[in-house]
């Protein structure tokens, strides 16, 4: 029986921290669902720049409606037994995944704002308010 993850949470709340760990600890495999955005781009030869990777989401989500990233990772899921999955974005994303995982677990991530905005990067909006207002 396969074991499934899912870490949701909004911009720098910790997701990928909490999911390292769980790989460390307890050898899972971690997708990113934007890693099948990455895979799309590439094929295209294209760049997988965040800004390429949202546009291609997009573009499938009116096509094939808003779980299709979510659809195609847990495609790429088949291939392992123990997975934990991060970046995952609307409510579709859970639905599917509840509907479609019969051993799922969901986690959601949260911390203060400030410790968000103090793990901004350079390509983050450098203001709290354009930060908060876009993550």
């Not at 921290?17 to 997708?31: P, T």
């Not at 094929?43 to 997009?58: G, H, R, V, Y």
Request: hydrophobic residues 35%; contains cysteine; positive net charge.
């Amino acid at each position: 029986m396969k074991h499934i993850i899912g870490i949701t949470g909004l911009i720098h709340s910790g997701k990928d921290f909490a999911a390292d760990y769980i790989v460390n600890k307890y050898n899972y495999i971690k997708l990113n669902m934007s890693d099948v955005l990455k895979d799309e781009l590439e094929k295209q030869f294209k760049e997988p720049t965040k800004m390429n990777m949202s546009i291609l989401a997009d573009e499938w989500r009116k096509i094939y409606g808003y779980d299709i990233v979510m659809k195609r990772t847990l495609e790429k899921a088949k291939n392992y037994e123990k997975i934990i999955i991060t970046g995952i974005r609307s409510p579709e994303e859970i639905d599917y995944l509840k509907s479609n995982v019969s051993s799922l677990k969901l986690i959601s991530i949260e911390t203060s704002k400030e410790t968000r905005f103090s793990r901004r990067i350079n390509t983050d909006p450098q203001t709290s308010k354009e930060f908060f207002c876009k993550g």
